[in-house]
C-alpha cells in the first residue's frame, strides 16, 4: 500500500442496529491510529452518533441540493450533522431504488461540491462473474462517474469495490479474487488521473475478524466497507486492528 493511502475501514449498518447499540459503540470503542475509522449509521441516528473516536459517515443523500423529495436527505443537512463521508452507489440502493450510474455520478457530484468524501460503490453480480466480465462491469460504473464528475473526483472520493454475490452471504471473495478487481481499478483510474495512486480503495462483502488480515495485506487493498460484523463491536475492533 502507498503510503500516503492511509488504512480505512468504513462500518455500514445498513438498516440495523439501535440507540442502545450506538450506546455501547460509543462507550467501548477505541479509535485506533494506525486505521482512520468510519462508522456509516442510519440517518436518524447521525446526531447520536457524532463523536471524535471515529468520523461519521451516512450511507446515501440525494443528488438534489433541495427542494421537494420526500423522504431525502441532502448533502448539506448531512454536513450540518457532522457528517464527513457518504456511501454511494451501493447495490442495495441500485437494486431498491433502481439507482442508475447516471444518477450514482450525480450523487458524487453533490457530495463533492458540498466538501464530502464519497465513498463510490461498485461491484458484480454472480452472473457477470460467471460470463467473466467483471472489469468491463466495473469500469462502466466507475466510468459514468468520470463522464459527469471529471476524473478530478479521483482525488477526494474513496472507492468501495463489492462483489453482489459476496455481501451478507459470507461468501467473501478470495484475497487474490479481490486484489485482481483492486489491481485493474487502480490501473484504470491511474490512467485517467495520475494521482489516483492515492485513492483508496476497500474491499467489502462478507470482511469479518477471521478473512481481514489476508484482505488488507494485498497491496492494492486500503481497508474495508463492512457490513454485518460491523455492528459486532469486538469483530469490528478486530478488522480495524487488521488495517495497517
Ligand atoms: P457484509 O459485510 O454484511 O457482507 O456487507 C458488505 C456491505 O455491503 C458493506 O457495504
Not at 43 to 65: E, K, T
Not at 144 to 157: E, G, I, R, Y
Not at 202 to 222: R, T
Request: charged content about 20%.
Amino acid at each position: 500500500m502507498a503510503d500516503s493511502r492511509k488504512p480505512m475501514v468504513a462500518g455500514n449498518w445498513k438498516m440495523n442496529g439501535s440507540l442502545a447499540l450506538l450506546k455501547s459503540f460509543s462507550q467501548s470503542f477505541v479509535s485506533d491510529n494506525n486505521a482512520e475509522v468510519v462508522l456509516c449509521v442510519p440517518s436518524p441516528y447521525l446526531a447520536a452518533a457524532s463523536r471524535s473516536d471515529f468520523a461519521l459517515g451516512a450511507q446515501d443523500c440525494s443528488q438534489f441540493v433541495a427542494g421537494a423529495h420526500t423522504g431525502d436527505v441532502s448533502v448539506d443537512m448531512l454536513k450540518e450533522m457532522g457528517v464527513e463521508y457518504v456511501i454511494v452507489g451501493h447495490s442495495e440502493r441500485r437494486q431498491d431504488h433502481g439507482e442508475s450510474n447516471l444518477v450514482v455520478a450525480e450523487k458524487v457530484k453533490t457530495i463533492l461540491q458540498a466538501g464530502l468524501i464519497p465513498i463510490l460503490c461498485c461491484g458484480e453480480p454472480l452472473e457477470v462473474r460467471e460470463n467473466g466480465d467483471v472489469n468491463a462491469f466495473v469500469a462502466d460504473q466507475l466510468a459514468a462517474v468520470k463522464t459527469v464528475c471529471t476524473s478530478d473526483f479521483l482525488d477526494t472520493c474513496v472507492i468501495a469495490y463489492e462483489p453482489i454475490w459476496a455481501i451478507g452471504t459470507g461468501k467473501t471473495a478470495s484475497p487474490e479474487q479481490a486484489q485482481e478487481v483492486h489491481g485493474f481499478i487502480r490501473k484504470m483510474i491511474c490512467e485517467w488521473n495520475p494521482k489516483a495512486q492515492n485513492t483508496r480503495l476497500l474491499y467489502g462483502g462478507s470482511v469479518n475478524a477471521s478473512n481481514a488480515d489476508d484482505l488488507f495485506a494485498k497491496p492494492d487493498i486500503d481497508g474495508g466497507l463492512i457490513g454485518g460484523a460491523s455492528l459486532k463491536i469486538d469483530d469490528f475492533a478486530a478488522i480495524i486492528a487488521a488495517a495497517k
